[in-house]
């Protein structure tokens, strides 16, 4: 999506889309209300991601995408499908810009593009490497601590469906706030700030103990605000990772991204398994736990990427065994760990607030080449 916007706009646009998600949540509040058979919510919502397949009808690709892959005749639909929409003319200045992006494309990158758009050329480049591996466990992260602490809500004070709703309002206040933040500070910065602090909101959440009501409240506040931090990374790493990527290989890069993204949401489950019936006694065996817990789950991580699907299932089963072994306080700890370390690998990434969209992986090393000169000035 953040293709079809200019470099002014497309931070702008990747956040203003989450505003649907955190709409679907409110209604997702009301729904389950309206509807406690588990059965008849599934149905209405299988029945909702049907009517939304509709859209392939009306979005088109990606311009920049066609002309990367040689493909100039859609991209000239495409282009005659917007005018037409905008109720624009085809003149001749568009005309022959179309003709210059066609043969530079085809002069330039003709032979570079044939062997980009692999998946092993994610990791061909240093920079290249760096960013998708950093973006990867930014994605996971985000996932199992969101998804961890949003099944956890049944457990917070009050009732389920009003706290699945009020989480729906903060994710869509965060989502306006993160669209005027982006804009004005990029998203390098703003991430690093919203994983520090809900890492450290969530690790605070879990280690109150639960014995009387003030504590239930504050557990409660302090799990929807984290949650809430979680979302505004989902906010901000979705057009971030877009814009570390170049367009040759972004579709795999997003894809690896959006996989460990997926593998973080099935261990979200299997996170809130590991609690038992045990209470809190000690901050440090709480913390020692978590450390275990969160190796564990970095392990899985490594084996589902570099090996295989049976051995990141067999640690799936090694996790929920520790169940009758860890604390009720574990699950929040781990993402809070989690998302300090997060924090930390965004050091790694540079940020892209007002920079050109690359398109190929040579455009890495020149940006990376002006950053250097850049800074050796500024010395």
């Known amino acids: 999506m953040v293709e079809t916007f200019p470099k002014q706009y497309r931070e702008f646009a990747g956040v203003g889309a989450q505003l649907f998600w955190a709409g679907g949540v409110i209604l997702l509040g009301g729904f389950g209300y309206v509807l406690p058979n588990w059965r008849h919510l599934q149905l209405l919502i299988s029945l909702s991601v049907v009517v939304s397949l509709a859209y392939v009808c009306f979005v088109k690709e990606s311009l920049r995408w066609l002309y990367i892959n040689q493909r100039f005749n859609e991209a000239a639909d495409v282009t005659h499908?917007?005018?037409?929409?905008?109720?624009?003319?085809?003149?001749?200045?568009?005309?022959?810009?179309?003709?210059?992006?066609?043969?530079?494309?085809?002069?330039?990158?003709?032979?570079?593009?044939?062997?980009?758009?692999?998946?092993?050329?994610?990791?061909?480049?240093?920079?290249?490497?760096?960013?998708?591996?950093?973006?990867?466990?930014?994605?996971?992260?985000?996932?199992?601590?969101?998804?961890?602490?949003?099944?956890?809500?049944?457990?917070?004070?009050?009732?389920?469906?009003?706290?699945?709703?009020?989480?729906?309002?903060?994710?869509?206040?965060?989502?306006?706030?993160?669209?005027?933040?982006?804009?004005?500070?990029?998203?390098?910065?703003?991430?690093?700030?919203?994983?520090?602090?809900?890492?450290?909101?969530?690790?605070?959440?879990?280690c109150l103990p639960a014995t009387n009501l003030g504590f239930k409240i504050a557990r409660t506040v302090l799990g929807q605000l984290s949650r809430g931090m979680a979302h505004a990374v989902f906010n901000m790493m979705f057009p971030y990772a877009s814009d570390l990527l170049p367009t040759a290989v972004r579709a795999n890069g997003l894809g690896l991204c959006s996989a460990a993204l997926r593998f973080g949401g099935v261990l979200a489950p299997q996170l809130d398994l590991l609690v038992s019936t045990t209470v809190f006694d000690s901050l440090p065996r709480i913390l020692t736990e978590c450390l275990s817990t969160c190796l564990s789950a970095c392990l899985s991580v490594c084996l589902s990427v570099c090996r295989s699907v049976g051995l990141s299932v067999c640690v799936l089963i090694y996790l929920n065994l520790q169940g009758t072994y860890v604390s009720k306080e574990v699950p929040f700890v781990v993402c809070g760990l989690m998302g300090l370390l997060a924090a930390l690998v965004t050091f790694v990434l540079p940020e892209t607030r007002g920079v050109p969209l690359p398109e190929t992986v040579d455009d890495l090393h020149t940006q990376s080449k002006r950053r250097s000169h850049a800074a050796l000035e500024m010395r």
């Open 81 to 206: 499908y917007m005018l037409h929409f905008n109720r624009k003319k085809h003149t001749k200045k568009i005309a022959d810009c179309a003709d210059y992006l066609a043969l530079w494309y085809q002069k330039e990158h003709e032979d570079e593009e044939k062997s980009a758009n692999s998946f092993v050329n994610l990791f061909t480049s240093p920079q290249l490497r760096r960013r998708v591996l950093g973006m990867s466990y930014i994605w996971f992260t985000a996932s199992i601590w969101y998804y961890a602490i949003s099944f956890a809500i049944t457990d917070f004070i009050g009732s389920k469906y009003i706290n699945l709703a009020v989480a729906g309002v903060i994710d869509f206040l965060i989502t306006v706030a993160c669209m005027y933040i982006v804009k004005r500070f990029g998203c390098r910065l703003p991430m690093f700030y919203c994983l520090v602090m809900g890492g450290v909101l969530a690790i605070v959440a879990g």
